[in-house]
C-alpha cells in the first residue's frame, strides 16, 4: 500500500474491535491508512507529535476514537488543521453518551466533526469523501458503494414483498 493518507487513532488497543471496520472500509476504497493507539491522557507528549508532524509525512485526515473521557479527537484537533474526525466509542458503563459529548462539544475554533457513538464506518467514508473532493477516481468508488447499498435495500424490499 502507498503511504498513508488517513491515520485511525484509538485511545486504547481494547477500541480495535470497534474501530476495525474503519480500516477495512478504507480498505475495501483503496485509501491507504495507518492504525495507532495514542491516548490523550496516557501518551500526551507522543500523541501532541503525531498530531502536529501529521500533515508533512502526508496524512490528510484524522479518525480519532476514544470512550469514556474521549478527549483524544480534541487533543489532536488542537494540534493540526488538519480534518479531525470523532468517533466516541460505547466502552464505559454510561454507553458512549460520555464519550459523545466529551467529542462533539468542541469550543468554537477547534472543529471536530463527530459521527455516531461507534460511528467507525461513517467514520471512514467521511474521510474517503473529504479525500474525494480531490480524487475523482475515489468519488467514483463513492458513488459505487452509495448505489450498492441502495441496490441492497431495494433486493430486501423486493424480497419482503415476495417478488425476489
Ligand atoms: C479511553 O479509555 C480508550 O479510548 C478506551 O475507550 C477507554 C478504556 O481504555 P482501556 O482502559 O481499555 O485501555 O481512553
Redesign the pocket.
Known sequence: MNEPVVAIL??????LDLMRPAADTLAELGVPHVVRVL????TPEVTAEFARTGRDRGIKVFIC??????H?AGAVAAQTTLPVIGVP?A??PLGGAD?LHATVQMPAGMPVATVAIDGAVNAALLAAQILAVSDTALAVKLADKRAATAAKVLADDASLRGKA
Open positions: 484509538m485511545g486504547s488497543k481494547s477500541d491516548s490523550a491522557h496516557r476514537a476514544a470512550g469514556g473521557a474521549a483524544l466509542l466502552r464505559t464519550a
